[in-house]
């Protein structure tokens, strides 16, 4: 059977965000459940997986991380801020970082 | 003295250099660490090479609320609050390694770091002492620092609706007046 030409880029890129993931947690383990999203118990899952489990975790031909939280509509005033100022990448940052994993409240938020 | 105590002091001393070299002003360090006010200057002296700059801190909320300035204090404090909240982090261990991935957001875009290190514990103490709060965007729903007790809906962040004199000041109209000038000399 002909497989999908990008499932090879997908396995790779599972990869190497298992890598980069595992890496980030060793360094500093805040920092790094900041930048992934994930929480305390994900990171210790994660930073315990071996070679193998990696390896196994890897492949398949869906992709292993997801969006920053953002919604479609987040994302479109990014992307399509009428009024930008050159400041897009600060915007995305900003936006993800607003997003609370624990919970999320509308309007005064603290 | 105890052993204990020792190691707490090494701590103190850590945290103290750690905050002068992102460049605290004396007033944080006599606020966050036990150390002695003649110990604390002769440790600025000796991480920056200089005596500590005199003066009272700035002490009005409005600066954060000013375009820029509430653009970058936003992204700092929303990491602030995730670093502590999220992911269970002590507050000066929160507030170091938010400060420093704020400023590794700004070296991305080769922007200026607004937002100084003192400014950002300023910004921690007003939240700390409910003066500021942060509100959604009705738009791009990011949380943005705002006056305490401001009203919150139809509020549009400074990044989604822009004020209309934004990035027009007379330091920006030079920088981009400027680049044209080696130009011209050159044709001259």
């Given amino acids: 059977m002909q497989t999908n030409p990008h499932v090879d880029e997908i396995r790779e890129l599972n990869l190497a965000y298992l890598l980069l993931a595992q ?7 805040a920092e790094a459940m900041f930048r992934l999203k994930i929480d305390e118990e994900m990171a210790e899952l994660l930073a315990s997986l071996d070679a193998r489990q990696l390896a196994r975790l890897a492949n398949t031909n869906q992709l ?3 969006f920053g939280g953002e919604s479609v509509d987040q994302l479109r005033q990014v992307a399509d801020n009428p009024r930008d100022q050159g400041l897009g990448h600060f915007h995305a940052s900003l936006l993800m970082a607003s997003r609370s994993m624990l919970s999320e409240g509308g309007g005064h938020v603290g | 003295m105890s052993a204990k105590s020792l190691l707490d002091e090494l701590e103190q001393v850590q945290l103290a250099i750690e905050l002068i070299e992102l460049g605290a002003r004396l007033q944080v360090l006599e606020t966050e660490t036990d150390l002695s006010r003649a110990r604390l200057i002769r440790l600025f ?3 920056r090479g200089m005596s500590p700059p005199k003066g009272m801190l700035p002490f009005s909320t409005d600066w954060f609320i000013t375009w820029m300035p509430n653009i970058h204090s936003s992204l700092f404090y929303n990491i602030y609050r995730r670093l502590g909240e999220d992911h269970g982090c002590a507050r000066m261990e929160a507030f170091i390694k938010a400060y420093r991935l704020y400023l590794e957001q700004v070296a991305i875009d080769d922007a200026e770091a607004v937002l100084g290190l003192t400014r950002a514990w300023t910004l921690v103490r007003f939240f700390e002492s409910d003066q500021l709060q942060l509100s959604e965007c009705g738009r791009c729903h990011g949380h943005f620092v705002a006056h305490a007790h401001s009203p919150t809906h139809d509020y549009v962040c400074g990044i989604c609706q822009p004020p209309s004199r934004a990035g027009k000041t007379r330091k920006r109209r030079a920088e981009a007046a400027a680049p044209s000038a080696p130009r011209a000399a050159r044709h001259a």
Avoid: I, P, T, Y
């Fill in chain 2, 45 to 47: 002296k000796e991480v």
């Fill in chain 1, 23 to 29: 890496r980030l947690l060793g360094a500093d383990r």
């Fill in chain 1, 64 to 66: 292993l991380c997801h």
